[in-house]
């Protein structure tokens, strides 16, 4: 999902495939990445060019004052109707174009913001809509909204002021009708009464709100690695590349890292189309880039836009800004191309940005200097294979005396900088030529758009000047010997995101329907590098949690590590999700090596069965007993004679998943009766041919106890979600956070149903498992203390009431 789109890479191709068969096979050979950057530069040729720039078309990342009329109209429809969330993106949507009308977006950006309870956006928007020159005739109306948010946040004398100001521009207002002018001063009356309320109500804030949550979290910095913590240190062998090792008992839950990203981009991912949003001219889907701020991927509000394109928008001017200098002034040229090209390419060319010209060429004409050294000792004698393999995971650094780990710097300190993300390995000879050939492309597209840019960014952090840099690039059609440099740094970095790249995820609470209960699913935010936590080794079974914040991750110990025990992460393929062959096939073929760790060989060399594939089975239909075999399943029970195809099994399933898929439609669709409906059908239809622990009884479950939570018929939602967290518990293990995030559901359901005890217990299990895996300051775990607070501080009389 990372990769250029298809069209490009069925481009890429087709012209590898026309290739001379001279230079393909120079191509597939392991150069030095420098090599094989300089071998396809003259190969992109103005056709290819031409290609790319038709793809880029579609992405409409320029400012179009139209379109902003657009999205206004759109937002004002949705406004209208109520629905204040979309009416938001939406006109986030029209203040990223340039318009005349700019000002009413904002003021009506505030109006939805308002609507939503989040005061203090609104007052921005207030204060953006006035800058952009608010229509005088329209003031009173802003000001009225101005003043009832400031009442509403405490903020008495400003309100005062305001409710002056708008006085006199009332009764100075010659042109307003006697009844506007009636309507206008009785509701600066209203909030004059409110106001004095709220001055005689704030004086008992009580004590108890303010209460500051303490860390609990214990952090002691790792005195050699930064973003470590001081139980594990950095271990180098030639079997196990770089790796993490305790370095004392650990306890679950203890921070072991906490870093921030050297580089996030913001992966645009699936669009979440508005509900019944017509096909337009202009794109009304929503994705990731209308909901988080490009630079720290905070939730946006009233987001503020790029000033060169409509694509990137941030949380806040500081953000905005920050960005533009560390790398958008020169990426916001590039926005269409950029998103042809794919997130790995637009990795690439901000970590570039991000480290700086003088830091990366630096790096880049050290690595060539040791390749010379690399190929002299070759020549002295020593194979290549055995300088290779003595350096495995060492590229770009010199053999010295007294062995440096690898992207550890001459002070052998490790540090999360760009000379650890430079040393990230690029398995250059494991990828396809293929690939390859995709990436340099790319590569070599970014560098010839580059030098028509401006370069101002690049000269950042050097005493070069800039002037220099900018004649370098103009007077030649040439790259510059800057260019090539950035092009070969930004090959490598483009290899390295295969096995490297760490997704940032979060939590997304749907607001679907009317449900107290929220439902969440993981989304995918951004890609990002983090070069510490890339030095965790996998393992089918990993010992720790990770879990982000913004742009920052922190990995936590998941179960007790003892001392001298290695730390290790999943990089995706789990236990619990699949097989063995089928997590061997997939590290393999991503990350180029063959899966040893204790799961894996446990489920390989023996006739033990992985939890996924003991848990998601067929059933005989008459007598529930499991059924097995390859193309035609037997029942196992001695007395059952039942066949059937594998084929058919599968049809049914898919059936079933389809049903399950429009049951949820219904309940986001605020139909929760027909949902149930539908998910008791489908419950019988499951209990005729699965398991009654497979995973998709587990989710029809789990809907049907949203779809009771959402009806206010509590008990019966929480049997639903008892029956969905044993499942849960079966495949992931009762202290996984799998099992944590259903325990919080299960917690809220029996607190709205009143089931005093039974929520306390339920709490305390949730909070037990979801801390050790996101840690106590996490959103979950505070809701869930919330919640508990609140049931302690209920009448004894209710604590023993009897459903
Ligand atoms: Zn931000
Ligand atoms: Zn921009
Ligand atoms: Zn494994
Ligand atoms: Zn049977």
Redesign the pocket.
Known sequence: MDLPVEQWKAYARRKWASLDPGLQERLSLALPLGDTFLLCLPLFQPADEECLHSLAASNC?GKDPRAALFYKEEGNKRFQKKEYTAALILYSKAVSHNSPEMSLCYANRSAALFHLGQFEDCLEDIDRAQAQGYPDRLQPKILLRKIECLLLLGRLQEAAGVISKVESKITMDQSLTSTTHQILLRKISQLKVKAHEKENSLVSVPEALTKTQKDLEFWEENGKMSSASSSVSLNFNSCRGRHLVATKDILPGENLVKEEAFVSVLSPGKSLLLQDSAETTWDTRVTNGDLHCHRCLKQLLASVP????S??KYCSKKCAQLA?EHY?ST??PL?ALLLTLGVFSHVALRTVLVAGFAEVSSLVKQFHGDDKELHKTEARGKSLDETRDSTAGMEGLSEKAEPLIPGCEDDGQYRSSYQAVFNLLTHAEKHSPEHKFLCSLSVVAICKKLREADLTILSQGSCESQSKLKAHVKMSAELSPELKILGEAMLRHMLQLQCNAQAVTAIRESESGDSIVADSEQVRLSTALFPVTSLLNHSCDPNTSVTFSGTAVTVRASQPIPRGQEIFHCYGPHRCRMGAAERQQRLLCQYFFECRCQVCLDELGSDVTGIAATRDIFCCSSCHASMQGEDVLRCSSGACTLLVGRDYLLRQLWNLQLQVKTALELLKDNQPNQAVELLMRCRMDAENFLSAEHMLVGEIEDHLAQGYATLGKWQEAARHLQCSIQIVEAHHGPSSVETGHELFKLAQILFNGFAVSEALCTIQRAETVLSVHCGPQNAQVQELQEMRACLLELPRSLLHRVE
């Open positions: 990342v790029c000033g060169g394109c694509y990137a533009w958008h990426e916001c926005g």
